[in-house]
Nanobody, 119 residues
Framework: QVQLVESGGGLVQAGDSLRLSCAASKRPLSSSAMGWFRQAPGKEREFVSS????????DYADSVKGRFTISIDNAKTTVYLQMNSLKPEDTGVYYC????????????WGQGTQVTVSS
């Protein structure tokens, strides 16, 4: 079993920055990447960003391109999400996940961290 622990959420104003972290207890051999998802109140969970374990490939939702940056520390199996120029619509619970990005299957999930952006 893989444990994922997120941290770094909080309450900020529009235009501010936050950095989320997610530490994985181990790297499953069947997995290829770590990712971030978010869920706003009353909405479905949506993809935010992903990065391969090697760090060689990243992907972003159109809504966050140019503002968010994902990175990974392979030695610590920790993924980061640097969020700049935050907007109220970025508000939600942010979850990290581990899985196989090529088939869109995410097998392990963290408990989530709340991000609230006030206008």
């Amino acid at each position: 079993q893989v444990q994922l622990v997120e941290s770094g959420g909080g309450l900020v104003q529009a235009g501010d920055s936050l950095r989320l972290s997610c530490a994985a207890s181990k790297r499953p051999l069947s997995s290829s990447a770590m990712g971030w998802f978010r869920q706003a109140p009353g909405k479905e969970r949506e993809f935010v960003s992903s990065i391969r374990w090697s760090g060689s490939s990243t992907d972003y939702a159109d809504s966050v391109k140019g503002r968010f940056t994902i990175s990974i520390d392979n030695a610590k199996t920790t993924v980061y999400l640097q969020m700049n120029s935050l907007k109220p619509e970025d508000t939600g619970v942010y979850y990290c996940a581990v899985g196989r990005v090529t088939i869109g299957r995410w097998d392990y999930w963290g408990q989530g961290t709340q991000v609230t952006v006030s206008s």
